[in-house]
């Protein structure tokens, strides 16, 4: 597509339910990465994708948290038993291989908006 | 490990006035460097990046940007501010070591304008 796309872009769900989030990369951008705006807190790393293997997922705040990329395309972030304190925007990214490496940058989404209640 | 820090998180500046933001970094090697500026309820928007070349980089919307390796700093200026300027900038590092991909990033400089 035109640019990254996810969904929802809002979510509001009650403490303790599972969530997913969708991410829809740029076309033919085989890296893919998710962060967690949280207000004041700025940009957290959670984890990244090249192609469908996730070499790092360092950033994954706790076992409740897991990501997937399929097809090398579209990837789901899931989390468990949500808690309030996991009530932020969360954004994916991508970019062409080795964005890092040769300085391309991202492409962002627009985020999705979770909301625990 | 690299890290950003953004000195204040708020910045008032009149319309017509000089824009600028601060942004300096830490990194083991050599780095690069990204502004980014978020509007209200949107993603991040690449405004400019260095990496490698001239130290002096421009961007969009008029936007500029320093590298000083020795001040390790990586400020963003714009000579005459503008409504429509009025947005979240945060400053992001990568390392650019093969296999380390994230941008790590500051924690993000508001923008107001003051007509």
């Known amino acids: 597509g035109a640019g990254v796309s996810q969904s929802p872009s809002n979510k509001v769900t009650e403490k303790g339910k599972d969530v997913e989030l969708r991410c829809d990369p740029i076309?033919?951008?085989?890296?893919l990465y998710w962060y967690r705006q949280s207000l004041g807190q700025g940009l957290e790393f959670l984890i990244y994708f090249q192609g469908n293997s996730a070499p790092d997922k360092s950033g994954l705040p706790s076992d409740r948290f897991s990501a997937e990329r399929t097809g090398g395309s579209v990837s789901t972030l899931t989390i468990q038993r949500t808690q309030q304190e996991d009530s932020a925007v969360y954004l994916c990214?991508?970019?062409?291989?080795?964005?890092?490496?040769?300085?391309?940058?991202?492409?962002f989404g627009s985020g999705t908006r979770l909301t625990v209640v | 490990a690299q890290s950003v820090t953004q000195l204040g998180s708020h910045v008032s500046v009149s319309e017509g006035a000089l824009v600028l933001l601060r942004c300096n970094y830490s990194s083991s090697v050599p780095p690069y460097l990204f502004w980014y500026v978020q509007y209200p309820n949107q993603g991040l928007q690449l405004l400019l990046k260095y990496t490698t070349g001239a130290t002096l980089v421009k961007g969009i919307n008029g936007f500029e940007a320093e590298f000083k390796k020795s001040e390790t700093s990586f400020h963003l200026t714009k000579p005459s501010a503008h409504m429509s300027d009025a947005a979240e900038y945060f400053c992001a590092v990568s390392d650019h070591n093969f296999g380390n991909e994230k941008l790590t990033f500051g924690t993000g400089t508001r923008l107001t304008i003051i007509p």
């Open positions: 990214a991508s970019s062409l291989a080795h964005a890092s490496q040769y300085g391309f940058g991202y492409t």
């Open positions: 076309s033919g951008h085989t890296a």
